[in-house]
């Protein structure tokens, strides 16, 4: 068993035992606990009735965070000719086809989030192992894939908090939510956005309890186990 740090064992007395919290509850917790140096990442995590095995009971969406993630999301488009100049022009930080591949399969990885046009995806098959593994490879159901006329839009959407949100293979989902430096009602917003998501895609072939639990965390701090019935109570507590 890992050794608990002092930091934690000091947060783990301030809380109840067995407590659980509404989101803007939670929220409000995680910011009294002992804290590193750094900006800590908030982190909701489903773990869902769902079976990832079926093909039809897998989640894979994005959904757009309101007040943003608080990262610069660094995007590399692929793309041809004139598409080029259109993605630079909407923030992507790098842009290209031929160049762009050979530098990626010679190791160079510096980027966040892949984009591509339909038409270089059978040129980007090629990098499936390399992409893969990492989640990078471009995606119609994920709108990582876009026409050249939704290029432009695509960039600017992700670059604001636009994120991906998909089930592992043991059926739970993490999401990040923002920093715990946010205040609480951009927190919630980005909260509520999530579970709203979660919520409408539910598989229509998933029986039982769908949302078996939730918990909300920041990177240094213990999980607060979120209640499945007070979901909804986002507002600044």
């Known amino acids: ?12 007395a301030l809380l109840e035992v067995g407590k659980t919290y509404a989101p803007n509850e939670a929220v409000a917790t995680l910011k009294t606990l002992p804290a590193p140096k750094f900006d800590q990442t908030v982190e909701i995590a ?5 079976n990832p095995k079926h093909a039809d009971q897998q989640i894979r969406t994005t ?6 993630t608080g990262k610069d999301v660094r995007i590399a488009v692929a793309c041809k000719g004139e598409v080029e100049k259109i993605a630079t022009e909407a923030g992507a930080d790098v842009a290209g086809f031929e160049d762009l591949i050979a530098k990626i399969q010679g190791g ?9 046009t339909p038409d270089v995806m059978p040129a980007l098959a090629r990098l499936g192992k ?17 026409p050249a006329e939704q290029l432009a839009r695509g960039v600017r959407e992700f670059k604001a908090g636009k994120i991906e949100v998909r089930n592992d293979r043991q059926g739970n989902i993490h999401v990040p939510v923002g920093k715990i430096s946010f205040e609480d009602a951009r ?41 499945p019935n007070r979901l909804k109570e986002t507002q600044t507590v």
């Open 1 to 12: 068993m890992a050794k608990l740090s002092k930091r934690t064992k000091a947060a783990l």
């Open 46 to 50: 489903f773990r869902l009735g769902i």
């Open 63 to 68: 959904t757009s965070l309101p007040g943003g």
């Open 108 to 116: 160079w990885m510096d980027f966040d989030l892949l984009l591509a």
């Open 130 to 146: 390399v992409l893969g593994p990492r989640g990078l490879m471009p995606n119609l159901k994920t709108g990582t894939v876009l």
């Open 187 to 227: 927190l919630l917003e980005n909260i509520q956005a999530v579970i709203e998501t979660i919520m409408k895609n539910k598989p229509s072939s998933a029986k039982g309890i769908y949302v078996r639990n939730v918990t909300l965390t920041a990177t240094m701090a213990p999980g607060l186990k979120l209640d």
